[in-house]
């Protein structure tokens, strides 16, 4: 519920945050049905009573800027994963507070007196063994009872599939699981591992390790200190943009040299010299390896709270990022397929979007239909896919057949079309009328008189500078496809 | 039209397995080269579109591929049928001309095959930066004008398309089935000889080259005085 702290959320009105999905809401908001995680379409039309606010993960991280200076005082190495949600580790702790009940309270009673007068603000608590099976337990804790899990493993067993998604995605195979009757994490664990990587590969292996609590596994190997990157500045940085300018440079600069050695960081350590004042560091952790745009986004959010917040007093003079868990994981390269260039490809789609906005860097998927204009469901590029309206692999009898028009309006297009003898004779393209030396059809089509659509016929024209999809209704004609 | 037994029924899949060195040369002219730029030439009709979009089918199993689209009207149902992989097609619309060499040179830096619309009032030098960018780059290229045509030096292989016929539609039965396009392959790429061929489209991905039709003129392209090509 972190995104609900935040500067212009109205503190007495319904309050939903979303971006594709719902990522903080009220209690009342709560209490129509919405929950956490469902897409954002769906909690609009239950809440409409609410204030609707696009998500914003910058203003988060400042905000959570103090809670994690405050948490690094209790206990050091803090590890931040998202703004809202951090990871501690806590064997030197225990001993030092006597206990693990005793750490999660102190924790607990300390972040309340911090954030509770705000919204979202609660802290949540839980201790297990590994992040996975912590961050579970805090969603599970109370504001008022912090949730110690004793026995990790039967904890885990317990826990809904659906838990997965947010440490791996893996949509598919979580809904392929549930075909399968498998419900929880305990029937997962239950399976044999070989099996379920010749099935699932790497993200079945993936999913078999969180439910049997092996969690990530800590990469203890030397990292060689090269593959650090630092940027020194002769005149200190203070303005937002030259500070973003040169975190972007930098975490390019990382990856790219990372990538050269095969690996890629699941922490990395920022760290930014002031010119009056301390060094200040920050442990940023990841469930999958680090991309581009998801580094320097952190990079971002860091150094714009250590900005804004006065963490830097005289500003910036010497920036670095140092990888502090390396994995080959995932860094296999397929035979027939290029990883390296997808990272190239995301970063010029994102320019091209950028550039262009997000509605015009577009990614189709088949469904299923008629006419050629339906059987096409579009996703922006990068984003959650839409979901498909229409079945693809349903018979649908009377589509129009293969091969389809390479053009497409987005809507009919009207035309003028001659009909001698009720036969089509000649058609207008631009300003000059091209005879119609055959034809194919009518194929009728019977409109959803509900949804107040007409019947129509459908004609492929041929003429001597092509062929062209025609609609004929009303006895008016309109073009739904060239075959260019 | 074609050469006898070409067009029998018995003819299918594998044509290049039995076709003489003449039309494996032809073949050629389907597959695009990196850090070249293929212009297509024609009005909307004659399959260029479907045609430009086969030609990112072969790239688009190693990487993902780009369709610039300047109108909106480009159909990735089409490409599909061509071959392309569904999850590495993208389509990228622009229709503003002073974006487009932007957006193009986005593309360029990191896309290794692109289809590109060319709106009508791109400036010259922009064109040619950009065919320099994607040599630099290694990124096969396919254009085709929405105006006049590109400027010369711009295109290393140019692909005329000279007509269209259609088979299966019978005024009223039957159904659109079988394209066949007659090219002219002219430019660097086409060793700077004018070639005539003929290509046939059943609505699959096997777009092949059927028949060559006739070597009518030897001319050089390269050294002509040559305004910009229609």
């Known amino acids: 519920m972190w995104s609900l702290i935040r500067s ?39 809440a409409p009573f609410a204030t609707v606010l696009v998500r914003d993960l910058a203003e988060e991280a400042r905000y959570f800027e103090p809670v994690v200076e405050m948490v690094e005082n209790l206990v050091p190495r803090v590890e931040v994963m998202s703004p809202g949600l951090l990871f501690v580790p806590v064997a030197g702790a225990v001993r030092f507070y006597g206990g693990e009940g005793p750490l999660a309270t102190g924790v607990a009673k300390d972040l309340d007196g911090l954030t509770a007068d705000r919204r979202g603000g609660e802290a949540l608590v839980g201790i297990a063994d590994g992040p996975f099976a912590a961050r579970w337990a805090a969603a599970t804790a109370t504001s008022d009872e912090p949730h110690v899990v004793t026995d990790t493993i039967g904890f885990l ?13 893996g949509e598919e195979m979580i809904d392929t699981f549930r075909w399968l009757g498998i419900s929880t994490l305990g029937d997962l664990a239950r399976l044999p591992r070989d099996t379920l990587a010749s099935r699932f590969g790497n993200p079945g292996v993936l999913a078999h390790r969180l439910s049997t609590g092996e969690d990530r596994p ?6 060689p200190p090269e593959l650090g990157v630092q940027m020194a500045f002769e005149e200190p940085l203070e303005s937002l943009d030259a500070v973003a300018f040169a975190g ?26 002031a010119a009056f004042g301390p060094t200040r560091e920050r442990i940023w952790r990841s469930a999958d390896p680090f991309t581009e745009k998801a580094l320097t986004d952190r990079m971002w959010w860091q150094l714009r709270a250590w900005v804004e917040t006065a963490g830097v007093p005289g500003g910036i003079v010497r920036l670095s990022i140092t990888p502090t868990d390396l994995s080959g994981e995932g860094r296999q390269l397929g035979m027939a397929t290029d990883e390296s260039s997808g990272i190239e490809v995301d970063r ?29 469901v579009w996703s922006r590029w990068g984003e959650p896919e839409v979901e498909r309206e229409r079945d693809p692999d349903a018979p649908w009898p009377g589509a129009t057949p293969s091969p389809s028009p390479a053009l497409v309006p987005p809507r009919l297009q009207p035309i003028d079309l001659e009909w001698d003898d009720g036969m089509p004779s000649r058609i207008r393209l631009g300003s000059r009328w091209e005879p119609v030396l055959t034809w194919s059809g009518p194929w009728r089509l019977s409109g959803r008189w509900w949804a107040g659509e007409r019947d129509a016929d ?13 609609v004929v209704s009303e006895g008016k004609a309109f073009l739904a496809g060239v075959y260019d | ?17 039995s076709l003489s060195p003449q039309y494996i040369r032809e073949e050629g002219f389907l597959h695009l080269q990196p850090g070249r730029v293929t212009e297509l030439i024609g009005v909307p009709g004659t399959g260029l579109t479907r045609l430009g979009l086969k030609l990112l089918a072969e790239p688009s199993r190693v990487a993902p591929v780009v369709a610039l689209d300047t109108r909106g009207w480009i159909s990735p149902e089409a490409a599909w049928e061509t071959g392309v992989l569904a999850e590495r097609l993208i389509i990228v619309r622009c229709d503003d001309p002073i974006l487009w060499p932007k957006v193009t040179a986005a593309l360029l830096d990191g896309v290794r095959a692109v289809y590109a619309e060319v709106p009508a009032r791109i400036k010259d030098h922009d064109l040619r930066r950009l065919t ?51 090219l002219e392959a002219s430019g660097r790429g086409a060793a700077g000889i004018t070639r005539r061929f003929e290509v046939e489209d059943e609505g699959t991905d096997a777009v092949r080259v059927v028949s060559d039709v006739v070597v009518d003129q030897v001319r050089r392209a390269v050294g002509r005085a040559g305004s910009r090509s229609r």
């Open chain 1, 248 to 273: 972007r440079n930098l975490a390019e600069r990382l990856l790219k040299g990372l990538r050269a050695a095969g690996v890629a960081p699941h922490t990395v350590l920022v760290t930014a010299e």
């Open chain 1, 348 to 376: 010029a789609l994102a320019r091209a979007q950028a550039l262009l906005g997000p509605d015009r860097v577009l990614q189709g998927r088949a469904q299923g239909g008629r006419m050629p204009g339906e059987r096409v």
């Open chain 2, 1 to 17: 039209m074609g050469i006898d037994g070409v067009t029998s029924a018995g003819f299918a899949a594998d044509i290049t397995a």
């Open chain 2, 132 to 182: 320099a960018l994607a040599r630099a780059r290694r990124v096969a290229v396919v254009m085709r004008s929405m105006g006049n045509g590109l400027p010369t030096g711009i295109a290393h292989l140019r692909l005329r398309a000279l007509g269209v016929t259609w088979e299966g539609a019978n005024r009223g039965h039957g159904k659109l089935k079988k394209r066949r396009l007659m």
């Open chain 1, 8 to 46: 212009d959320a109205p503190s007495d009105e319904p309050v939903l945050v979303v971006d594709d999905r719902v990522t903080g809401a009220t209690e009342d908001v709560l209490a129509a049905g919405v929950t956490l995680g469902m897409p954002r379409r769906d909690a609009e039309a239950m």
């Open chain 1, 458 to 470: 459908r004609y492929q024209l041929v003429t001597s500078v092509g062929a062209f999809l025609c």
């Open chain 1, 218 to 223: 800590v990469n203890s190997r030397e990292i």
């Open chain 1, 157 to 169: 067993s317990q826990l809904d599939l659906s838990t997965l998604r947010e440490t791996m995605g």
